[in-house]
Nanobody, 126 residues
Framework: EVSCRRLGGGLVQAGESLRLSCSGSTLTLEGFGIGWFRQAPGKEREWVSY????????DYADSVMGRFTISEDVAENTVYLQMNSLKPEDTAVYYCAAANPWTIVRGREEHEYEYWGQGTLVTVSS
């Protein structure tokens, strides 16, 4: 239903950039809220960013504000997460998720999302 992948290798050095994509298969992502989450080893899954459905909303966690940017190619049914100035603490398995608009409150909680892509590992070395 949704697929998350890296646009490049999953191992990068601190300060470098990486781009993740979230693509719809059975879903037309333009009509869904799109969330990005990540989970580091031994830690709980945490919210990273949110793109609202057709409303232009772009929200980011404080930890990634100014470094991560959401973009979208509607024709390709794909939402991107551009990750710049990566830090070792960004190392995690990253997930994208889709939610029907009526289930969204702020787009920051796991339970708001019905459809989850498989995680992709991003490792940032020092």
């Amino acid at each position: 239903e949704v697929s998350c992948r890296r646009l490049g290798g999953g191992l990068v050095q601190a300060g470098e950039s990486l781009r993740l994509s979230c693509s719809g298969s059975t879903l037309t992502l333009e009509g869904f809220g799109i969330g990005w989450f990540r989970q580091a080893p031994g830690k709980e899954r945490e919210w990273v960013s949110y793109r609202g459905s057709r409303d232009g909303t772009r929200d980011y966690a404080d930890s990634v504000m100014g470094r991560f940017t959401i973009s979208e190619d509607v024709a390709e049914n794909t939402v991107y997460l551009q990750m710049n100035s990566l830090k070792p603490e960004d190392t995690a398995v990253y997930y994208c998720a889709a939610a029907n608009p009526w289930t969204i409150v702020r787009g920051r909680e796991e339970h708001e999302y019905e459809y989850w892509g498989q995680g992709t590992l991003v490792t940032v070395s020092s």
